[in-house]
């Protein structure tokens, strides 16, 4: 019902910066969405990074993420975007893409169990 689809990992030097894309298909209206990004890295649990609400563009930042990335939604292409700059080798993880709803979007949880549609995710790997 729900299909989630990353796009835009990559390898990078310290310093560099990443825009990763999440295309979504969706049964109902994309804009009624929790969408987020979590990131895993190796031996880690899944962090949250970013969750916006697709209907009102609300945004939520996990704390390493503030400041250096940048989430946005393109309600017309049912698009997801994490533009990621100031890479740090600590920022090298799986990034996924999530998805809950439909919901009134009065808060959007960063927490990884309330998502119930994930993308296969996207490798980014950040060098000294």
């Known amino acids: 019902q729900v299909k989630l689809v990353e796009s835009g990992g990559g390898s990078v030097q310290a310093g560099g910066s990443l825009n990763l894309s999440c295309a979504a298909s969706v049964y109902v209206r994309y804009s009624t969405f929790c969408m987020a990004w979590f990131r895993q890295a190796p031996g880690k649990g899944r962090e949250v990074v970013a969750t916006?609400?697709?209907?009102?563009?609300?945004?939520e930042y996990g704390a390493s993420a503030k400041g250096r990335f940048t989430v946005s939604s393109d309600n017309a292409k049912n698009t997801l975007y994490l533009q990621m700059n100031s890479l740090e080798p600590e920022d090298t993880a799986m990034y996924y893409c999530a998805a809950e709803g439909p919901t009134n979007g009065a808060w959007c949880y960063t927490s990884d169990v309330e998502y119930k549609y994930w993308g296969q995710g996207t490798q980014v790997t950040v060098s000294s």
């Open positions: 916006i609400y697709a209907g009102d563009g609300k945004t």
